[in-house]
């Protein structure tokens, strides 16, 4: 069964930070390119941030550049997302995504339950 569970997220101060984490299951971690895609309350999915199977290739929505990291550790089938400098317009419920590099939402193979991150005073 392919699983995709992430943590980490929660409630911070603007200007706090947050690492979220995504362990992935029942298929080979390390041929897949691993994306995070976010919703906000009332609004769409927006794509956030991709990182390519050998953890080499990184790619960013230009609004969290610089801000935020995404990085995997293949050996022990886990991505991660470092969010750093929150802005309040970064709340939203957080998923982790398998598939191919791309930011077509359409194409990718499995999707996590989501994570809720709130930036708020």
């Known amino acids: 069964e392919v699983q995709l569970v992430e943590s980490g997220g929660g409630l911070v101060q603007p200007g706090g930070s947050l690492r979220l984490s995504c362990a992935a299951s029942?298929?080979?971690?390390?041929?897949?390119?691993m994306t995070w895609v976010r919703q906000a309350p009332g609004k769409g999915l927006e794509w956030v941030s991709a990182i390519n199977s050998g953890g080499v290739s990184t790619n960013y929505v230009d609004s969290v550049k610089g801000r935020f990291t995404i990085s995997r550790d293949n050996a022990k089938n886990t991505l991660y997302l470092q969010m750093n400098s929150l802005k309040p317009e970064d709340t939203a419920v957080y998923y982790c995504?398998?598939?191919?590099?791309?930011?077509?939402?359409?194409?990718?193979?499995?999707w996590g339950q989501g994570t809720q991150v709130t930036v708020s005073s």
């Open positions: 995504v398998a598939g191919p590099y791309s930011r077509t939402y359409s194409a990718y193979d499995y």
């Open positions: 029942g298929f080979i971690f390390s041929n897949y390119a």
